[in-house]
């Protein structure tokens, strides 16, 4: 049975089939007023390259894989759903004050952030739970209901309820969520002990209200498409990537859509990691996705994907805080479709605004007025207008020239090839950037790295990226083009739970803290005999939060087993807190008590055996197809060799200046450099 990936970005909507030991990729236009459109559009060129109807190509397919930025673009623009926030009396202010800090701590003409719900729809529950889980004041239920009215005259279309100390005693959290299930079922409700059982006020109240507020759009969502998936002859199963990189079933996902901010590019990392280490062997990469609105860049080490605590929508402490450890990716607005512009001090400037798939760029003939990224390499001749997709889309090369003459070429007093030049080459210092914030502020040398250059527009400047970095060598996949897709299909299917426990190395309670990593793995097991079943490997892994005293922040440590049986076993976890203390900070403090916190679980089902299958092979033609001319800013114009990647062989060099390019992506071979593919598929460039 055949198995599909696709992934909708803001530009393109990018599917990879699986069937056998075969992949193959297929792009079409993401549709922005209904993406479920795209979806399909990209369903209906498998078929037609299949030669059956859309119907017969889904009937025989057992799995949809799909990553979307629905969620969090709903967030950024803030289309999600009306929400209210219900916490303890006395704490209005949690989303408010947030825990503090700001980026410049001594400009006080940067307004102070919005709450994500305002006070105006932030209501106090009368109740108090102390920290021992204790009812210090009960629920005053006519309370909550004289609030419910408050909620259903102000047209609320979800709420969420975060009270303190809810994670020990989450009675009153449980109530409330009951009368209004009953008084308003109509009304999407999160409850923050189930969705987010930590520690830290903010951090689970953000989440609570984030969860709440994408409910209504993603379940409609996701319920659409679905239904029009079955429709149109899909009886297979339906999942969804989230942003933790790994896969869970769209119903699930509909009940927790914060799971799905992130979904896209988590995903490439695990692409990236896998063909890092079949192709290059290397043990650091850097994974750059390159779509046409976003740069996003992730650092691979020792076969790791990169994970952060603190995943913030928008700038660090002026955005908001998902609350939820996730893939550690950083976007910049820099992609094919990223718009070059002059500002008023003459000053050229690429992104962050993007032209998307609509209208698009200016050669899309789409209606698109603004110069971006990909007219540059289109006059550059580093796109074939006649091979854009395959040839499936036609590209005008004469309005790219025009627009970028008018826009920024004038302008600035170039020529035209000296303006898209010159956009190419902001656009790769801003890439740089970009990495440079992943590696050398954390001081990591970029030179022992093998850069990874997914998405369809990475090959226009990877090499150039590549060499400014100095890193080891560029690696474009075979299916670089849809790396985010490709991921999908490698990704397992996992769950993550969590418990509150505070407990103290002095004082070890053995019956306590084993009574609870004896709930979590229940609900491991559960998981896996429930949507894990069938799978080819269950692993469930534990690791506990942890700190020394008097420290206000934990780090998370591996655990051996789900058990702590004696004090030997406990003496190992604090050995693996002290060594994880020293791995992060340098230092640790062996002769120190340890505090435990949080206990967490994590089960991981693996549905299909790793990696993906390979592209057709084309034969009967030379690598070589023909040749056109190319300008680079160090030579001018030069008449380069054009190769088709599909036809080269492992281990076949093609040597800089040249073009090497699919239906799918383009990879531009900079003077000096060549270009070998490997016996994974991949291509593989060195300096």
Known sequence: MMRLACDTGGTFTDLVVEDGDEIRLFKASTTPDDP?????????????????????????ASMFVHGTTRAINAILTGNTARTAFLTTEGHPDVLVMREGGRIEPFNFTVPYPEPYVPRRLTFEVPERIDAEGRVVKPLDEAAVLGIIERLR????????????????NSAHER???????????????????????TLREYRRASATVIDASLKPLMFKYLNGLTNRLREAGFTGRTLMVTSGGGIMD????????????????????VAGRFYAERDVGNAVAIVADTGGTSYDVSLVRDGRIPWTRETWLGQRFRGHMTGFPSVDVKSIGAGGGSIAWVDSGGLLRVGPKSAGSTPGPVAYGKGGTEPTVTDCSLILGYIDPDFFLGGAMALDRDAAVAALKEKVASKLGLSVEEAAASVLALATEKMVGAIDEITVNQGIDPTSAVLVGGGGAAGLNAVAVGRRL???????????????????L???????????????????????VNEVLARLAERCAAFAAGPGEGALETVTEFSVEAR???????????????RINNAAELDALKQAFHATHKSIFEI????????????????????????????????????????RPIYFASTGWVDAPVARFEAMEAGEPVAGPAIIESSFTTVVVDPGAVAVRTPGGGLRVGF
């Open 490 to 512: 490698m990704s397992e299917l996992s769950s993550d739970y969590a418990q509150m426990l505070f407990a103290t190395s002095a004082r070890f309670s053995f019956d306590k």
């Open 588 to 627: 640790s403090d062996p002769n120190s008590e340890v505090e435990f916190v949080t206990w967490r679980a994590k089960v991981q089902c693996r549905l299909r055996e790793g990696g993906t299958g390979r592209l057709p092979v084309v034969k009967d033609t030379g690598a070589i197809m023909s040749r």
């Open 250 to 269: 769209a119903e699930a996902v509909a009940r927790a859509p914060i799971h799905s901010i992130n979904s896209g590019p988590a995903m490439a990392p």
């Open 153 to 168: 005259a102000l047209d609320v279309e979800a709420v969420g309820v975060c009270l303190l100390w809810s994670v020990l």
């Open 548 to 562: 020394y005293p008097h420290q206000i922040w934990e780090i998370e440590v591996p655990m051996a087993s789900g």
């Open 470 to 488: 100095g890193c080891a060598s560029v690696l474009i996949p075979e299916a670089g083009a849809v790396l985010s897709a490709a991921g999908a």
């Open 175 to 197: 109530r409330i969520g009951e009368l209004l299930a009953q008084h308003l079922p109509n009304v999407s409700v999160t409850l923050s002990h189930v969705l987010n059982p």
């Open 36 to 60: 479920v459109r795209g979806v399909l559009d990209a369903l209906a060129l498998a078929a037609q390259h299949d030669g059956v109807d859309r119907s017969t190509f889904l009937s025989r």
